[in-house]
């Protein structure tokens, strides 16, 4: 499928969705938070879809909200598009976990966790995975200071 037969096939799911090609092969799509996780569980499971391959899941810090974005391919199909979500919660971030649609999700989001303070709903293991359990702040969010190479430099 092209980009805007992609488009042209998901529009109609939900009226808040926004689309753009960013300069980029893929077609994007941002999703608001409330409506993630059943557009994710669409993109895999309709017949004309079938994105079953989270290849790439990252966090992110925009300055004014923090989101996520993944990158989803069909192995069948052979079409690829990116989803975006964001929060302007930045005390209190959480988006629903995809886990449960992709597996591979399960580790990704325990590291953004890690990174960037985002919590996801129903991901069944939110513990620590890179930093030591008494780490304080989040190292990728744009306002995080670093007081130990503040000290030596």
Known sequence: MTNN????????WFSDLEFTEEGTQFLTLTVPKENLHELMQKLRNEPDMQFDYLFCETGMDWGTSLGVIYHLRSTLYGHEMV?????????????????DIWRTAELHEREIHDLFGIEFTNHPNMKVLI???????YPLRKDYVDEINMIIR
């Open 5 to 12: 037969e992609l488009q042209k096939g998901i529009e109609p």
């Open 83 to 99: 989803v975006k979500v964001h929060t302007t919660d930045r005390e209190n971030a959480h988006i629903d976990t995809v886990c």
């Open 131 to 137: 930093l030591p359990e008494n780490w304080e702040g």
